[in-house]
């Protein structure tokens, strides 16, 4: 069965510290992984998407993808408040969205 | 980046009775995912619509249960019918964009369900 795994937290940061967020995903086929954040009440919005091993950057944001590894991680740098909330990986093969359950990150002032 | 405007945004139901919830998207859209994610839990995929054909059905979910319409490309439904308080849930569409060069999937605001 096709799953993506992540911890469940909640993962309590520091503002302005490094926050890092795992996942592991099951289906070596899958190309494309997703990263989402949802605060409470709303919906997910799509932070970010990587596709090639290596790292990806937007702003505050680094998506890692390990292919090899199975290993898909999400870096916040400069947490602040505002990132509370709880982040989604989601892996993609072929059109289908397998996802995490989430980890509930919670930045401390 | 496609944006999907989603009706109701909450309601509440008696049991037995059955919910229609609206997509309207600003763009025109091939597939049209409807998931489900109950409180605290990740999403599950229902189903998926394309324009012109019968939605895909993902395992334990049924078309009686949950008849979805795609009449066209900016457009689905999907009703909860014969509703129980186990269909309590927030469901959401979901459309494939492409954001910042990339793509991804952008969801409704979602559709809070209470069966009393």
């Known amino acids: 069965q096709k799953e993506v795994e992540q911890n469940s937290g909640p993962l309590s940061v520091p503002e302005g510290a490094i926050a890092s967020l795992n996942c592991t995903y099951s289906d070596r086929v899958s190309q494309s992984f997703f990263w989402y954040r949802q605060y409470s009440g709303k919906s997910p919005e799509l932070i970010m998407s990587i596709y090639s091993n290596g790292d990806k950057e937007d702003g505050r944001f680094t998506a890692q993808l390990n292919k090899a590894s199975q290993y898909v991680s999400l870096l916040i740098r400069d947490s602040q408040p505002s990132d509370s909330a709880t982040y989604l990986c989601a892996s993609d093969s072929n059109y289908q969205l397998i996802w995490g359950a989430g980890t509930k990150l919670i930045i401390k002032p | 980046s496609a944006v999907i405007s989603q009706k109701p945004s909450r309601d509440i139901c008696q049991r037995g009775t059955s919910l229609t919830i609206q997509c309207q998207v600003d763009s025109q859209v091939t597939m049209m995912f409807w998931y489900r994610q109950q409180p605290g839990q990740s999403l599950t995929l229902i189903a998926t619509a394309n324009q012109g054909s019968e939605a895909t059905y993902e395992s334990g979910f049924v078309i009686d249960k949950f008849p979805i319409s795609r009449p066209n490309l900016t457009f689905s439904t999907l009703t909860v019918s014969n509703m129980s308080p186990e269909d309590s849930s927030i469901y959401l569409c979901?459309?494939?964009?492409?954001?910042?060069?990339?793509?991804?999937?952008?969801f409704g605001s979602g559709t809070r369900l209470t069966v009393v």
């Open positions: 979901s459309v494939e964009v492409l954001q910042g060069g990339n793509y991804g999937y952008t």
